[in-house]
């Protein structure tokens, strides 16, 4: 059973449109919530963590989260091509074990 | 600051030889985590070390995977013998303590077994 599942994608949303990627996970217990950032043969990037309900806010990007309803998203604002590119959710599903579990992402396409 | 350093970037080897990767965690970083990359899986957790004790090695997929962290600036994961189906991205990530702190990836290893 996957713990923490994303829509795979291909997102697509033309430049300049909002990007919604959204993310669920199973661990009620969850305590973190992370969203890194993949482009194509690199390594994921930290884009903005999450530990509160509500939204959080870091320039043109939005996380929200809902420990109730289990979802944690992610908004992008003002989409420019450079935001093409795989999205990972990752969560602390296990305050005793530290390590986190991610997501398989979603992709992103930013069209111009 | 420098990041997580990982080397060797590319590795191309035949079936059956030994293989060693190599990490060295931002300075200060008390947590250090081994993942592997594919198409298929995705990013999976293989071990992680706090303080350089290795805490949970639940995701090495066999005993041919092993890994070490003799002191707080180095890691290695070795993969002996290797197979084709050891060929992945593998990365390794460092953290401070704290469940809320973010874990910041190496560039990684592009491991290819023929």
């Known amino acids: 059973q996957k713990e923490v599942e994303q829509n795979s994608g291909p997102l697509s949303v033309p430049e300049g449109a909002i990007a919604s990627l959204n993310c669920t996970y199973s661990?009620?217990?969850?305590?973190?919530f992370f969203w890194y950032r993949q482009y194509s043969g690199k390594s994921p990037e930290l884009i903005m963590f999450i530990y509160s309900n509500g939204d959080k806010e870091d320039g043109r990007f939005t996380a929200q989260l809902n420990k109730a309803s289990q979802y944690v998203s992610l908004l992008i604002r003002d989409s420019q091509p450079s935001d093409s590119a795989t999205y990972l959710c990752a969560v602390n599903t296990d305050t005793g074990r530290r390590a986190l579990t991610f997501g398989s992402g979603t992709r992103l396409q930013v069209q111009p | 600051d420098a990041g997580v350093i990982q080397s060797p970037r590319h590795e191309v080897t035949e079936m059956g030889q030994e293989v060693t990767l190599r990490c060295k965690p931002i300075s200060g970083h008390d947590y250090l985590f081994w993942y592997r990359q594919t198409m298929m899986r995705g990013l999976e957790l293989l071990i992680y070390f706090n303080n350089n004790v290795p805490i949970d090695d639940s995701g090495m997929p066999e005993d041919r995977f092993s890994a070490k962290m003799p002191n707080a600036s180095f890691s290695t994961l070795k993969i002996q013998p290797s197979e084709p189906r050891d060929s992945a991205v593998y990365f390794c990530a460092s953290s401070w303590t704290g469940t809320d702190q973010p874990q910041h990836f190496g560039d990684g290893t592009r491991l290819s077994i023929l």
């Open positions: 661990d009620r217990g969850s305590q973190s």
